[in-house]
C-alpha cells in the first residue's frame, strides 16, 4: 500500500489542476467527475422530492386545494422525469465513476475527456427539464411515459421535455460507453472477468442494457417530436398511425430502464453485505448469472406495462409468464445476500442497515409485481395506487435504499473522514418508518380502486391519503437529516481509519490509502 | 471499442425506427388492427334470427369545419344479416378538406365480430366547398358475438388529413 501511496505523489505534478469553478468545468478526472454526478443526482432529488411534496400535499384532503389539476398533473409528470433520468440514474454514475476504476485497479475511465461532456450535458438538460415550468402553458403534463396523444398535443413545456430526454439519452449512452470500455480494457493484471467485484459486473450489464435501450428511447421520442411538428403520422390515428404503437416502443425502453435503476443497487448491495457479514458473497457466479439472466428476460416483457391497451390472449399470456420467470434469478439474489449474512459475524452500520432494509423493502416491492405481472389482477389495479406502491417499493426503498447504504459505505474512503455513526442509524430508522407509512398504505388505496395522476378522490380514500401524506413529509425532510450528515462528514467528520471496515475485501479498501489520493492505480496493482 | 459501441447505439436507433413498420406488418398478419380494410364474406354465413341486438350508430368530427351524421341513429337487427347505413358529411368551409374516419367500437371486442364489406372509413374523403355527400357502411355483425350482449356503438371519428398523407395503405 505504502508503494502505491508513494507513486501518487511522485507524479505530483499532475495535481496541479485549475482551481475555483474551473477545476470543476474542465476536469477529466473520475474521482471528481463522480463527485459532480453525486451532487447533481442529490439536487435533482430534492427537486424532485419537492414536487412529491406538492403533490401529497395536494392529495392530503379530498378536494382540491393547493395545486389547479393541470399544475398537479405537470407535478406527477415532472416528479417522474426528474427522478428516473435526473436522480436515480445519474447517481448510480457517479458511484460507477467513483468505484468501477479503483475497483478493478485503472487509473481512470477509458475517455476521460467524454465523462466529463456526459456530465455537463445534464445541468442543461435539467435546466430545459425544470425550466419548462415557466414557459407559456406549463411543463409536460401527460405522465412521465408521455403517451401520445396527450403528447402529441401539449404545448412547449412538451418540446423541452423530448429535447431534455435527447440530452439525457445522449449523456446516458456516452456514460455507458465509458463504463463498458474500462470495465473491458483497463482491469488490473490478474483481474479476471470472474474475479470482478459484484458491483462492476451489475454496472458491466447495466451499461450494455443502456446502450441497448436508450437510443431506442431517442428514436421514439424523435418520432413525437416529428409527429408534432413536421407533419409524420407515427402515432396519429387519422394519419394512419397507432398511439398503442408508441407505447409497445416506449416500453421496449421503459421496461429494460426499470432493471438499469435496480441492477447496480444489486451490485453496491452485493459489496455491503459481505462486509459487514465478514464472509465472501455466497454464490458469486450464480449472482453474475441471475443478473445477466434479469437483463435479457427485461427485454422481453415490455407489454406487461399495456396488459389493458389491447392485446390479444396469447400475448398477454406470454408477457405475463414471461414477467413471473423473472422472479427466479431475482430469487436467487435474494436467497444468496440471505445465505451470505447466514452465519456471518453481522455488524450493523449505517450501510449495512440500509442494505437489510433493501432486501427486505424490495422483496416486498418484488412480490406485488408478481401479483401485478398477473392478467386479471393488472386490469383490476392498471393505474391506480397499487401500481404507485409496488414501484415505490422498488424504486425507493429498492434502488435509493442502496444508493444511500453505498454512499455511507464509500464516503470514508472518498472523504477520509468518518460520518456520525449515531445520526446515519436516525437517518435509517426515520426513513424506514416515514417510507412504510407513506406507502404500505398506498397498497389498500389502489386495491379500494383510487386511481393515479388525479388530484382529487373520494371521500372514502381520505383517512389512508392523510396517513399516506404525513409519511411523505417525514420521508422528505428526513432527506435533509442526510444532507446534513453528508456535509458535516466532508467539512468536519472524524479523520477515518485507514480501514474502517474489518469486512471489507475490494481493491479501494486494500490496495488505496483513506482517502483515495486524487491519482490512483498509475501502476497497476496485481491481483491475485 | 468506442467505434463499435457507437455503431451499436446507432444501429438501436434505426432499430426503434424499424420497429414502426415490423408493427404494422405483426397487426396485419396477426389480423389485430384491421380497421381501415374490408373484410373478406365468409362463406357458412347464417343469420340468427332467434336474438336480437341493437346497433347505434355515432358520428364526431375532429377538428375540422364539417357536419357528419348518420341518417339513423340506430338499428335493430339479427346477427348475421347485413346492415346498411347511410352517413352523411357536409363541408361548411370555403376551402378544400381531406378527412380521414376513424372508427371506434364498444364493446371494445366487437371488432372480432364484426365484418365490414364497405366503409367510407377505407378511404380519405375529399369535399369541395359546401359539397354534401352521403356514403354507406355495410357490415354483418356475426353470431358469435357474446350472448350477453344486446347493445353495440360503432362510432365514426372524421380528421382533417394534412396534405399528401394517406391514411390507408395499399
Redesign the interface.
Known amino acids: 500500500m505504502a508503494a502505491v501511496h508513494g507513486d501518487a505523489h511522485g507524479h505530483g505534478h499532475d495535481d496541479h489542476h485549475p482551481s475555483g469553478i474551473m477545476r470543476w468545468i474542465t476536469t477529466t478526472n473520475h474521482k471528481d467527475i463522480g463527485t459532480m454526478y453525486l451532487w447533481f443526482s442529490f439536487a435533482m432529488f430534492l427537486v424532485g422530492g419537492t414536487l412529491a411534496m406538492g403533490i401529497r400535499a395536494e392529495l392530503f384532503q379530498p378536494g382540491i386545494q393547493i395545486l389547479e389539476p393541470e399544475l398537479f398533473n405537470q407535478f406527477t409528470t415532472l416528479h417522474g422525469l426528474i427522478m428516473v433520468f435526473g436522480a436515480i440514474m445519474p447517481a448510480f454514475v457517479g458511484f460507477a465513476n467513483w468505484q468501477v476504476p479503483l475497483m478493478i485497479g485503472a487509473p481512470d475511465m477509458a475517455f476521460a475527456r467524454m465523462n466529463n461532456w456526459s456530465f455537463w450535458l445534464l445541468p442543461v438538460a435539467a435546466t430545459l427539464l425544470v425550466g419548462s415550468f415557466f414557459v407559456p402553458g406549463g411543463a409536460a403534463a401527460g405522465g412521465w411515459t408521455f403517451y401520445p396523444p396527450l403528447s402529441t398535443q401539449g404545448g412547449l413545456g412538451v418540446d423541452l421535455m423530448i429535447f431534455s430526454v435527447h440530452i439525457l439519452g445522449a449523456s446516458s449512452i456516452m456514460g455507458s460507453i465509458n463504463i463498458i470500455t474500462t470495465i473491458l480494457n483497463m482491469r488490473a493484471p490478474g483481474m479476471t472477468l470472474m474475479k470482478m467485484p459484484m458491483f462492476v459486473w451489475t454496472w458491466l450489464i447495466t451499461a450494455y442494457l443502456l446502450v441497448l435501450v436508450m437510443p431506442v428511447l431517442a428514436g421514439v421520442v424523435t418520432m413525437l417530436l416529428t409527429d408534432r411538428h413536421f407533419g409524420t403520422s407515427f402515432f396519429n390515428a387519422a394519419g394512419g398511425g397507432d398511439p398503442v404503437m408508441f407505447q409497445h416502443i416506449f416500453w421496449f425502453f421503459g421496461h429494460p430502464e426499470v432493471y438499469i435503476m435496480i441492477l447496480p443497487s444489486f451490485g453496491i448491495v452485493s459489496e455491503v453485505i459481505p462486509t459487514f457479514s465478514r464472509k465472501p458473497l455466497f454464490g458469486y457466479s450464480s449472482m453474475v448469472y441471475a443478473t445477466a439472466s434479469i437483463a435479457i428476460l427485461s427485454c422481453v416483457v415490455w407489454a406487461h406495462h399495456m396488459f389493458t391497451a389491447g392485446m390479444p390472449t396469447v400475448g398477454q399470456l406470454f408477457f405475463m409468464y414471461a414477467t413471473m420467470l423473472i422472479a427466479v434469478p431475482t430469487g436467487v439474489k435474494v436467497f444468496n445476500w440471505t445465505a451470505t449474512m447466514w452465519r456471518g459475524s453481522m455488524s450493523f452500520e449505517t450501510p449495512m442497515l440500509f442494505s437489510i432494509g433493501f432486501i427486505f423493502l424490495f422483496v416486498i416491492g418484488g412480490f406485488s409485481g408478481v401479483i401485478c405481472a398477473i392478467v386479471p389482477i393488472d386490469i383490476q389495479v392498471q393505474d391506480t395506487y397499487y401500481v404507485i406502491a409496488h414501484f415505490h417499493y422498488v424504486l425507493v426503498s429498492g434502488s435509493l435504499f442502496a444508493l444511500f447504504a453505498g454512499a455511507y459505505y464509500w464516503i470514508p474512503k472518498w472523504t477520509g473522514r468518518m460520518y456520525n455513526e449515531t445520526l446515519g442509524k436516525w437517518h435509517f430508522w426515520l426513513s424506514m418508518f416515514f417510507f412504510n407509512l407513506t406507502f404500505f398504505v398506498q397498497h389498500f388505496l389502489g386495491l379500494a380502486g383510487m386511481p393515479r395522476r388525479i388530484p382529487d378522490y373520494n371521500l372514502q380514500f381520505a383517512d389512508f391519503n392523510m396517513i399516506s401524506s404525513i409519511g411523505a413529509f417525514g420521508f422528505g425532510l428526513t432527506q435533509l437529516l442526510f444532507l446534513y450528515i453528508m456535509i458535516s462528514t466532508i467539512r468536519s467528520g472524524e479523520k477515518a481509519p485507514e480501514k474502517p471496515w474489518d469486512g471489507a475485501t475490494t481493491l479501494e479498501w486494500t490496495h488505496l490509502p483513506t482517502p483515495a489520493p486524487y491519482h490512483s492505480f498509475e501502476k497497476p496493482p496485481i491481483v491475485k | 471499442?468506442?467505434k463499435k459501441?457507437?455503431v451499436?447505439?446507432?444501429?438501436?436507433?434505426?432499430?426503434?425506427?424499424a420497429?414502426?413498420p415490423f408493427?404494422e406488418k405483426f397487426?396485419e398478419v396477426?389480423g389485430?388492427?384491421n380497421l381501415?380494410r374490408p373484410d373478406v364474406r365468409a362463406k357458412d354465413n347464417w343469420v340468427d334470427e332467434e336474438r336480437w341486438i341493437t346497433i347505434e350508430f355515432d358520428a364526431n368530427t375532429?377538428g375540422l369545419p364539417w357536419q357528419f351524421k348518420p341518417l339513423q341513429t340506430s338499428a335493430r337487427i339479427h346477427p348475421g344479416e347485413s346492415v346498411n347505413v347511410m352517413y352523411e358529411i357536409t363541408n361548411d368551409s370555403d376551402r378544400e378538406v381531406v378527412g380521414?374516419a376513424?372508427p371506434s367500437y364498444s364493446p371494445?371486442y366487437l371488432d372480432k365480430h364484426l365484418k365490414k364489406f364497405e366503409c367510407f372509413c377505407f378511404t380519405k374523403q375529399v369535399l369541395k366547398p359546401k359539397e354534401t355527400r352521403q356514403m354507406p357502411v355495410q357490415f354483418v355483425i356475426e353470431p358469435g358475438l357474446p350472448a350477453e350482449i344486446h347493445t353495440v356503438t360503432i362510432s365514426y371519428t372524421f380528421?382533417?388529413?394534412?396534405e399528401g398523407?394517406?391514411?390507408?395503405?395499399n
Do not use: W
Open positions: 471499442m468506442m459501441l457507437l451499436f447505439t446507432l444501429v438501436m436507433f434505426v432499430f426503434g425506427y420497429l414502426v408493427y397487426c396477426t389485430i388492427n381501415l375532429r380521414q376513424i371494445r380528421f382533417e388529413l394534412p398523407v394517406n391514411a390507408v395503405k
